[in-house]
Structures are given as C-alpha cells and as structure tokens.
C-alpha cells in the first residue's frame, strides 16, 4: 500500500515569504507527526496530532510555525515570515495508534532552503 | 532529559567487514529503542525496535541490535556489510508516549 507522502520535495523561497508544507499519512492511520532535520542532526519533533487535533505542539519553534489537520488525514505544516534559520528537510510521520512503542513511519520529507 | 547519543559521525567499512554502530541512550524509565537508515532522498526506515523482553533483537537486511541496559547501550550490528547499506543510520528513543528523541546519526560509507 501507499506510504507516507509529502509535497513538494523541494521548496525555495526567499526570506520573509510564506510556506506551506503538505502530508498524505497512511490511510487510516490517526497518529501523525511533524519533525526538523536540520543538516548534520537527527530529526526533531515539532507537533504531533490525534485525530484533527493538536495534542502537542511543544516542539514549534515559535509563533511563526503552525500546523493543521482539519479532516483528521491530510496535514499542513505552515510557516509564516521564513527565516534562513527555517532551511532543513521537515519530515511528516503517522502511526496507526498512539504511544511510543508504536512504528512510525516517515514521509521521504520536503527539503525547504530560505534565500 | 531524555537524550541519544551515537558518538561516531562518520565510519568506513570494507564490503564483506562486520559492522558496529554505537548508541547510547539517557532516559529515566524503561526505553523504547529503534534503529532507522536514512538513504539519498529517502524516508526513514525502520530496521529494528526493541520494547521488551529478548535483548537481542533481529532486524531488517541482516541487522541485529542489542540492548544493554548496564550500558545504556542499544549498538547495532551486522556481520557482513553490502555496497547497499552505505547510508545514515539513527538510534532513536520513544519519549513518553509518542515522541522519538533522534541521536545525530552515524553516515556510513562502504568501500568495494
């Protein structure tokens, strides 16, 4: 079956624009999960979502990151105002239930650059 | 705080030569651990998970890691490297109930 996917792969803007990053998780998956990967590190966490709601958006860096799930599938990762600072690969992940010990599984990410 | 550590950046092995990647894990409660690669323009994949019971834990590709909790330790291994496993590897850690705390990865290179 289809995995996770995540459009566009590639994004440039210029600093200060707006950006929108997409996810199709695994259907029926109800888990789904945003993380960073900036160059050289490990993927960080940024918001996880259950259903259609944000369950833990502790990870955003600031106010200028936000997230939406409104049909409880699909995700937008939205940046507002980017920075060069923003530029990594943001990788979407879902699993089909909650908990840590539960597999998730990763989107091939969309590598964002900010001029 | 929870926290990953995988102390070697960079390893170059010989096709055909056993194969070692450490991680070393700080976490207050009994750990779920995962080993993923990451290829060129390629998703994680899952090669292994350890959540209880036997501590040696058979994988994906050939891979097994070992869980020491003495150690802190969850190193991955395989005894006989392929061209095909040049890649990034990440040793992560569930934190609470649903995140993963990521090490920096260890890239690893084969030579023919």
């Known amino acids: 079956g289809a995995g996770v996917s995540q459009t566009p792969s590639n994004k440039v803007t210029e600093k200060g624009k707006y950006v929108e990053l997409r996810c199709d998780p695994i259907?029926?998956?109800?888990?789904l999960y945003w993380y960073r990967q900036s160059l050289g590190q490990g993927p960080e966490f940024l918001i996880y979502f259950q259903g259609t709601g944000a369950a833990d958006d502790s990870g955003l860096p600031n106010d200028r990151f936000f997230a939406v799930r409104p049909e409880g599938s699909v995700s937008t990762l939205k940046i507002q105002r980017t920075e060069r600072g923003d530029s990594a690969v943001y990788l979407c992940?879902?699993?089909?239930?909650?908990?840590?010990?539960?597999?998730?599984?990763f989107g091939p990410g969309t590598r964002l650059t900010v001029l | 705080a929870q926290s990953v550590t995988q102390p070697d950046i960079h390893i170059t092995v010989s096709e055909g030569a056993s194969l070692e990647l450490r991680c070393n894990y700080s976490?207050?409660?009994?750990?779920?651990l995962f080993w993923y690669v990451q290829s060129p323009g390629q998703g994680l994949q899952l090669l292994l998970k350890?959540?209880?019971?036997?501590?040696l834990v058979q994988g994906i590709k050939g891979f097994e890691a070992e869980f020491k909790r003495s150690q802190s330790s969850f190193n991955l291994r395989k005894p006989s490297v392929h061209w095909s496993d040049a890649a990034e590897y990440f040793c992560?850690?569930?934190?609470?109930?649903?995140?993963?705390?990521f090490g920096t990865g260890t890239r690893l290179k084969v030579l023919a």
């Open positions: 350890y959540f209880s019971g036997d501590t």
């Open positions: 259907s029926g998956h109800t888990a």
């Open positions: 992560a850690v569930g934190s609470g109930t649903y995140k993963y705390i």
């Open positions: 976490y207050g409660a009994t750990p779920y």
């Open positions: 992940a879902s699993s089909g239930t909650v908990g840590a010990g539960n597999e998730q599984f």
